[in-house]
């Protein structure tokens, strides 16, 4: 089973620039997530997909974050305009089915942000 | 208000000796946990659960003990090997709506041979 799939693994810019992730999850998980982890802290989750609809998104700052699902595959999340506190460490997870609390997500490798 | 905690930041165990990493949690709502473990560069893995019915589940070298009436939680490795040394966290969720976890800052396992 191929894993979830995240780019770049990298990026840096600078701040007021806009930026893009990627993420492809695992094949028939329906549940898809967007977590930020900044150093020395947990992952914290900023939003929450079924298929292509929004479960939560409370946690996403949306003056400046968006993210889309469409078709309920991929999923893309953008910054912009990015701020030096955005700096962290961007996760993807999928899980197969959202009610199952105990099998837990797969995550992808992340995408590391450096925002200069 | 961090809602999960993990208070030692990292802890040093010798090869084949017991390593306890510890998690405490506020909100009494609280009843699916998860331990995850994350090597440098990568995503974090899942490890193990357990939901509040139950006070102990057991897989293979790892166990992990919840006593809900303290609010804490402890993941138990016997015996510690050295590719256990990584970032482990602890995630609670609650069963309101969907499953939503929220993570602890991870303490940090060494594994010394």
């Known amino acids: 089973e191929a894993g979830v799939a995240q780019s770049p693994r990298y990026k840096i810019i600078e701040k007021r620039q806009s930026v893009a992730f990627w993420c492809n999850p695992i094949?028939?998980?329906?549940?898809l997530y967007w977590y930020q982890q900044i150093l020395g802290q947990g992952p914290k989750l900023l939003i929450q997909?079924?298929?292509?609809?929004?479960?939560?998104d409370s946690q996403l700052p949306k003056d400046r974050f968006s993210a889309e699902r469409l078709k309920g595959v991929d999923s893309t999340l953008k910054i912009q305009p990015a701020k030096l506190e955005d700096s962290a460490v961007y996760l993807c997870?999928?899980?197969?089915?959202?009610?199952?609390?105990?099998?837990?997500?797969?995550f992808g490798s992340g995408t590391r942000l450096t925002v200069v | 208000d961090q809602q999960v905690k993990q208070n030692s930041p990292s802890l040093s165990v010798q090869e084949g000796r017991i390593s306890i990493l510890n998690c405490d949690y506020t909100?009494?709502?609280?009843?699916?946990f998860l331990w995850y473990k994350k090597y440098p560069a990568e995503g974090p893995t899942f490890l193990i659960s357990?939901?509040?019915?139950?006070d102990k589940n057991e897989d293979g070298r790892f166990t992990v003990f919840l006593n809900k009436s303290a609010k804490h939680l402890s993941l138990h490795i016997v015996p510690s090997q050295p590719g256990d040394s990584a970032v482990y966290f602890c995630?609670?969720?609650?069963?309101?709506?969907?499953?939503?976890?929220?993570f602890g800052t991870g303490t940090r396992l060494k594994v010394l041979a």
């Open positions: 997870a999928s899980s197969l089915d959202p009610h199952s609390p105990l099998q837990g997500y797969t």
């Open positions: 094949s028939g998980h329906a549940t």
């Open positions: 997909f079924q298929n292509n609809g929004v479960v939560d």
């Open positions: 909100n009494s709502m609280f009843d699916y």
């Open positions: 357990i939901s509040s019915i139950k």
């Open positions: 995630a609670a969720s609650s069963t309101s709506g969907t499953y939503k976890y929220i």
